[in-house]
């Protein structure tokens, strides 16, 4: 028997990080405040280690759109995988060549190709999506911060978010 309504868990699961990061400081800032000395610098040390953290939860949190959607992703030594109900496929995250968004589909889904492979459409809610921001974010060059601002912005049409080679020339922006 839970005493937490199912929204408030789900909720509270998406932004975890932030909520550790805000425990984390909590308990530095005693240390700081507290005995001193030693302890009092381990505190500091706590205080930045939780900025960090929540930094990183709050981009991760930001990604994390809901899950129950259509198939399954999961990563596993570099290698997407996504199983779907009508579709699927694997990429190698080394062999991307492109990534996109289309918020036209319903849901949203990211597009992933690869040379030699047919483009893998993922839904942004697929169960394990989330993992797929690690891969993302260790793309060479990725705008993490630009990635996030277009999943949860209100854009008509598909938007590319990273390419390896530019298909455009230098003096056109890519968003």
């Given at each position: ?68 959607g259509p198939g399954v992703v999961s990563v596993d030594e570099g290698q997407i995988t996504y199983l779907g109900p009508l579709t699927g496929g694997v ?85």
């Amino acid at each position: 028997m839970s005493f937490i309504r199912p929204e408030v868990k789900l909720a509270l699961w998406r932004w975890r990080e932030v909520l550790v990061a805000a425990g984390v400081a909590v308990l530095g800032v005693s240390w700081i405040g507290g005995p001193g000395g030693l302890l009092g610098w381990i505190g500091w040390v706590l205080v930045v280690a939780a900025l960090a953290l929540a930094i990183i939860g709050v981009q991760r949190a930001r990604f994390r759109t809901g899950a129950g959607g259509p198939g399954v992703v999961s990563v596993d030594e570099g290698q997407i995988t996504y199983l779907g109900p009508l579709t699927g496929g694997v990429v190698s995250a080394r062999e991307i060549e492109r990534l996109a968004l289309d918020p036209t589909a319903r849901p949203a889904h990211w597009i992933l190709e690869q040379p030699g492979q047919p483009t893998l459409h993922i839904p942004v809610n697929a169960e394990g999506a989330e993992a797929l921001f690690d891969v993302f974010a260790s793309l060479p060059g990725m705008r993490t911060e630009r990635m996030l601002a277009e999943l949860n912005g209100a854009s008509v049409h598909p938007v590319v978010i990273w390419e390896k080679h530019p298909m455009r020339p230098p003096q056109a922006r890519l968003h």
